[in-house]
């Protein structure tokens, strides 16, 4: 729900044709009705702003419905007679049950139970048999998936828009917190995968706090498979894990997945670019690439420049959020310095550890960052200039 700005008004002080008329050239005092116009423009200014900051207080004050819906799709392992015999044999079904686990972690938490569960059982949560008939209603689910997939409405219904903004971002820091987690094998990815449900399940039982779902049952219905462990969160595992027979399809997120990634592919390619164009930070990112990927640095600044561009070219294309955030670093041509003093051995970088200190063992700072900010102290300046010469007679 969108509320678009009205036009602010405009106050101002215009002198009438006649009086323009009566001036002369020998005028040499302003006139004063002149000056008044020059002070009061700031006032108009700061009106406009304030009533531009009172709509958009109170946009974010209304209520907003967050339109959603999530389809459970089949896996699709057809058998090898099933592909002969597709024609005639009926369409393939299978079911959602229920689950202990997720029955005992909905159920769990009284007040959402208190809020959603009353239309569902037709009790009140005063009722003495109000609990029981939830956990029947939970140890009863029965959820037909067929061939086309079954989507759920998970529309919520906000009392105030800024609550939306709260939980959006918070989603946010859960999937890029998510996409963050090692994943170099099932293990790894499996432990992702749980810590990403058990964050994704804690903020939606929050949500009945600040408004409520369009579709209670449907909801429902997708935070069971949420904790529903034959419902793959991640497509990387439906190949590895025999006992997955679904998987979640976001259309919304995928389709915003996509765009965000396509604006950073060419992100990536004008930065790409911008890179060709200034030898300095093309040698500052391509240290970074070559240490992101456990590269030896003064090896591969040693090849020759056209490989160097392929390079970063495939790393652009193949990782261009990565080359991005590479890129935007305010202290990357500083970080290429500290980094071109260890692959020299000037600096050490603890085998163990992210320690960097001098060859004397001085400490320089506990990791890159804190590194970067000695750099950046007065104190050490004629230190780091015996460091940039060192690099500058080589």
């Not at 007040?111 to 009863?140: C, H, I, T, W």
């Not at 025999?242 to 915003?256: C, H, L, P, V």
């Not at 935007?328 to 020299?344: G, H, Q, S, T, W």
Request: proline share 4%.
């Amino acid at each position: 729900m969108q509320n678009s700005s009205d036009s602010g008004m405009t106050f101002g002080f215009n002198k009438p044709n006649t009086e323009i008329n009566k001036q002369t050239i020998e005028d040499s005092v302003q006139s004063p009705v002149e000056v008044v116009n020059t002070i009061q423009q700031p006032t108009t200014s700061k009106i406009d702003i304030e009533k531009g900051a009172d709509r958009e207080d109170l946009s974010e004050n209304q209520p907003y419905t967050d339109v959603r819906s999530i389809t459970i799709m089949l896996v699709k392992n057809t058998s090898l007679y099933r592909k002969v015999n597709d024609k005639v044999l009926p369409k393939r079904i299978d079911y959602i049950g229920s689950c202990f686990n997720s029955s005992k972690v909905i159920s769990a938490n009284q007040e959402e139970v208190n809020a959603y569960f009353p239309n569902l059982v037709g009790l009140s949560p005063n009722d003495p048999s109000f609990m029981l008939r939830v956990k029947q209603y939970l140890n009863n689910i029965r959820i037909p998936v067929d061939e086309l997939g079954k989507t759920f409405d998970i529309s919520f219904y906000y009392y105030h828009k800024k609550d939306y903004y709260k939980f959006k971002a918070k989603e946010e820091a859960i999937e890029e917190t998510y996409q963050k987690a090692p994943r170099r094998g099932d293990v790894e990815i499996k432990a992702a995968i749980k810590a990403k449900v058990n964050a994704l399940n804690l903020l939606e039982s929050q949500k009945h706090k600040v408004g409520y779902p369009i579709n209670v049952e449907d909801y429902l219905m997708y935070r069971h498979c949420l904790l529903y462990h034959s419902v793959a969160k991640d497509m990387s595992i439906i190949n590895s894990d025999t006992s997955i027979r679904f998987y979640f399809k976001d259309d919304k997120k995928e389709a915003d997945k996509l765009r965000k990634y396509r604006l950073e592919v060419n992100k990536a390619k004008s930065n790409y670019v911008a890179c060709i164009a200034d030898s300095v930070l093309f040698e500052a990112v391509y240290i970074q690439y070559c240490v992101l990927n456990s590269l030896p640095v003064l090896t591969y600044l040693n090849r020759p420049q056209l490989d160097k561009e392929i390079d970063l070219d495939k790393f652009s294309s193949n990782e261009p959020v990565k080359f991005n955030k590479i890129v935007y670093n305010k202290d990357i041509k500083l970080m290429a310095v500290i980094e071109k003093l260890i692959a020299r051995g000037e600096l050490v970088r603890s085998q163990y550890s992210q320690n960097i200190t001098t060859t004397d063992g001085e400490l320089i700072g506990a990791n890159t960052g804190e590194a970067i900010a000695w750099f950046k102290d007065p104190k050490n300046a004629s230190m780091v200039a015996a460091y940039n010469h060192k690099l500058n007679l080589i």
